[in-house]
């Protein structure tokens, strides 16, 4: 094996392995090494609970982590930093069930809510786990974390996916978020009603 193939991480590897096995990470625009040594990259929805199969049929998740944006490095048994899309605060229990053993106290990890309220901005510790929750409504998590970190988007317009990943949660790894910290059940209660996502489609 060459230097150069030592450096290329694959999944098999990383903290995401097992997700990948258990067939949880969907719909990716990236799935791939990233620009720096031994880093896999993965943008895409992980499943959080899957329907009840009939037969071969494949059917969609009841609900995921969605729009995920997360880097792993080869041979470290832990995520160090994602950010995804919920679609309630309440799968928030889910994601620290499905991401158990993969994650770290000192990782960073952003939960944009579909469900709370729009100035609101929460820690919520679970076994260990630090969850940023995050409002989110109409806009994306790759936009929200560009706000988040004021990056401006022409600053890695000339990157490509995999580099503008890299950019970006290197800038977020470690954020200094001292944002009121309540726990998984207070913010059950907090939670506001999940929004029809067809709502506003036209038919």
């Not at 994650?103 to 609101?120: E, K, R, V, W």
Request: glycine share 6%; net charge negative; aromatic share 8%.
């Amino acid at each position: 094996m060459t230097t150069i193939e030592k450096t290329v991480a694959g999944i098999e590897n990383t903290a995401l392995s097992s997700l990948d096995r258990e067939g949880r990470l969907l719909n990716a625009v990236l799935k791939s090494p990233t620009t720096k040594p031994g880093r896999f990259g993965f943008r895409g929805d992980i499943a959080l609970k899957f329907q009840a199969q009939v037969a071969d049929e494949k059917r969609p998740p009841d609900f995921s982590i969605e729009q995920v944006l997360t880097i792993v490095q080869e041979g470290e048994p832990a995520i160090p930093v994602l950010a995804g899309y919920l679609h309630s605060f309440a799968y928030l229990k889910e994601v620290a069930e499905v991401l158990k053993g993969l994650l770290s106290p000192t990782g960073t990890y952003f939960i944009f809510c579909n469900n709370i309220d729009l100035l609101a901005k929460y820690r919520v510790t679970i076994e260990g786990i630090t969850f940023i929750i995050l409002p989110c409504d109409e806009s994306t998590v790759w936009k929200e974390m560009l706000d988040l970190m004021s990056i401006d988007k022409n600053d890695i317009k000339k990157l490509d996916t995999a580099g503008k990943l890299d950019y970006v949660l290197d800038a977020a790894v470690g954020l200094d978020a001292r944002y009121e910290a309540i726990t998984y059940e207070k913010g059950l209660e907090l939670m506001e009603p999940v929004k029809n996502r067809n709502a506003n489609r036209p038919v």
